[in-house]
Every structure is written in structure tokens, then in C-alpha cells.
């Protein structure tokens, strides 16, 4: 088992159409693909918003095959590029780590 942890530079002028989309249409649509969330936050460091969640994964294959189908999702693209359209650019820099356990870790 590993974790993935997905952070998101988010614009507060577009910040709730960030979430409107994140919360009703790419959730379900990951969820398709066996995305399996265990937590999603907001967070504000250094004045900058951040939208931070985290995913559990069996193995990093499986990881990978469930990102690249998500990504090749018509459904997805095409609401990307509507809202897009609709609010402009809705995130800027995107920072990824797979979280690995070591042997002393506590599960989670």
C-alpha cells in the first residue's frame, strides 16, 4: 500500500469554481478509475492557497494506470476545457509525492 499526496496551487478569484468542479465531477470520474481518496484540505501557506489531498493505492503501477486513464477521459477534457472557458486557468503549480512507508510506520 502507498499514498499519494497531491498538492494544488488554486486562485482565490476562481477558488470555488475549483472546488464545484473538483467536488462534483472529477471526484466521480477518478472514482471510476479506482481513485481512492482519504482526505482532501485547503490550506494557505505563505499567502498562496493550496488544495491538498490525499490518495491510497495498492501498488504504484495501479497508480500510474488509473492517472493516465483519468487523463485520456473525453468526459474530463471537455469539462476542463468548458470551465476553463467559463472561469480562466484554475490551477497553477501542481506538487506530487508517493508516499512509501517505512518498516516502523504505524498503518493508516
Not at 489531498?53 to 492517472?67: K, N
Amino acid at each position: 500500500m502507498i499514498h499519494q499526496l497531491r498538492i494544488y496551487e488554486i486562485f482565490e478569484a476562481n477558488k470555488e469554481a475549483f472546488h464545484a468542479r473538483f467536488r462534483d465531477h472529477a471526484i466521480r470520474i477518478m472514482k471510476r478509475y479506482g481513485f481512492d481518496f482519504v482526505a482532501l484540505w485547503e490550506t494557505q501557506p505563505q499567502g498562496r492557497t493550496e488544495f491538498v489531498y490525499m490518495l491510497r493505492w495498492p501498488d504504484e503501477q495501479t497508480m500510474i494506470g488509473a492517472w493516465a486513464n483519468f487523463m485520456a477521459d473525453s468526459e474530463w477534457s471537455e469539462i476542463k476545457e468548458r470551465t476553463a472557458a467559463e472561469t480562466g486557468n484554475m490551477v497553477g503549480q501542481i506538487t506530487e509525492r508517493v508516499l512509501r512507508p517505512t518498516d516502523y510506520s504505524a498503518a493508516i
